[in-house]
């Protein structure tokens, strides 16, 4: 009943910028925290940042003062704007929503995107 959808990765040279968004659908009542992972091949994966229903942020040290997380309430879509990439950002991106569904019995479910693939190469 919930979905969501990423976009907006791809290749990208050192040193450039994307903005990844991450779209949801359904019958939602409410989305609180919103997340974005991403899982290098080979690697476990990791939380990149998030963002709370009242727009507080956190951010992973690695991507602290590079990226930014927002939230579009009206258009159920949040945002991870990444500047100053670096190969080790190649992954694949993951956005994560905790969202209150009415088909869900009314409780929290942790939903999950299919993933983006962002390559940061020259």
């Known amino acids: 009943q919930v979905q969501l959808v990423e976009s907006g990765g791809g290749l990208v040279q050192p040193g450039g910028s994307l903005r990844l968004s991450c779209a949801a659908s359904g019958n939602i009542f409410r989305i609180n925290t919103m997340a974005w992972y991403r899982q290098a091949p080979g690697k476990e994966r990791e939380l990149v940042a998030t963002?709370?229903?009242?727009?507080?942020?956190n951010y992973a040290d690695s991507v602290k003062g590079r990226s930014t997380i927002s939230r579009d309430n009206a258009k159920i879509t949040n945002y991870l704007q990444m500047n100053s990439l670096l190969p080790e950002d190649t992954a694949v991106y993951y956005c994560?929503?905790?969202?209150?569904?009415?088909?869900?019995?009314?409780?929290?479910?942790?939903?999950w995107g299919q993933g983006t693939q962002v390559t940061v190469s020259s």
């Open positions: 963002i709370t229903n009242g727009g507080n942020t």
């Open positions: 994560k929503a905790d969202i209150i569904a009415t088909g869900a019995g009314w409780r929290v479910v942790t939903y």
